[in-house]
């Protein structure tokens, strides 16, 4: 299996906020975590990024435990992220933050960048070219020397989603990427996430609470309710599933 988690507990206190969670995600799919607020998702892909500890469980990535890796460790394994909240550096340009996206995996020093030597000069014309070709897909290259904390939310998540990019992840986690789009960019970013998936090769892990683009684009869902899995299945499954209309799609159809 691509990737699994394998009866996964993680606990702050006395608060069990996710309970022996076993999950399979396979390679080249768009696998979606949904459930209401609270339920342990976000708790679900920090652990998985290394910001959490569990106090039991498994996490498989190609074969290979990573719960002794360290978060920079993990983006070289070939695991990236975007955030909720979105992490950018809100002065510097778009550009600049996706080449920051590179960082972990540079291998010129302080010393060669200093004195732009040759190997490092090559480094940063493949970082540029890289960037600027993730920027042309995602339809924003024209915003590529905007100041980031000038720009919408919207845009500000593409950024933070191209950042991610940079790296060549096997497995991209996305934590409510569509928050604060507009339909239109909703649309457009999950045509995209199909193309990452179809063309690019790359895994998708996402977090959303967009249920129109869960449903059209997502393999397979599981659902949380609080830190516990309570269904799993394919979107046509879990549209239905008794427990999932109770605990989340029912309680959206009543907020509405």
Do not use: C
Request: charged share 25%; aromatic share 8%; no cysteine.
């Amino acid at each position: 299996m691509f990737f699994e988690m394998k009866a996964v507990t993680v606990q702050f206190g006395g608060l069990t906020a996710v309970n022996n969670l076993d999950l399979s995600v396979e390679d080249k799919q768009i696998f979606s975590l949904i459930g209401p607020n609270g339920a342990g998702k976000t708790t679900v892909l920090n652990t998985i990024s290394r910001f959490y500890q569990p106090i039991r469980g498994q996490i498989v990535f190609e074969g290979k435990n990573i719960l002794a890796l360290k978060p920079h460790q993990v983006i070289r394994a070939g695991i990236a992220r975007s955030f909720q909240n979105v992490e950018l550096f809100a002065n510097m340009t778009v550009l600049d933050n996706l080449r920051t996206g590179l960082h972990p995996l540079l291998k010129s020093g302080v010393f060669s960048s200093s004195l732009r030597l040759p190997g490092f000069v090559k480094e940063e014309k493949e970082v540029l070219k890289k960037a600027e070709e993730i920027l042309e897909v995602l339809e924003i290259r024209d915003i590529a020397q905007e100041v980031v904390k000038n720009l919408p939310f919207g845009l500000q998540k593409m950024v933070d989603i191209a950042r991610a990019l940079m790296v060549k992840p096997k497995l991209l986690l996305l934590d409510e990427p569509v928050a604060g789009m507009n339909p239109a960019e909703t649309e457009r970013l999950g045509e995209f996430f199909r193309k990452l998936r179809d063309e690019w090769g790359v895994t998708v892990f996402m977090i959303e609470h967009d249920m129109s683009l869960v449903m059209e684009i997502s393999d397979r869902i599981a659902v949380l309710d609080f830190g516990m899995k309570i269904a799993e299945g394919l979107p046509t499954e879990i549209q239905t599933h008794p427990a999932v209309i109770e605990a989340y799609l029912g309680e959206r159809d009543e907020s509405a």
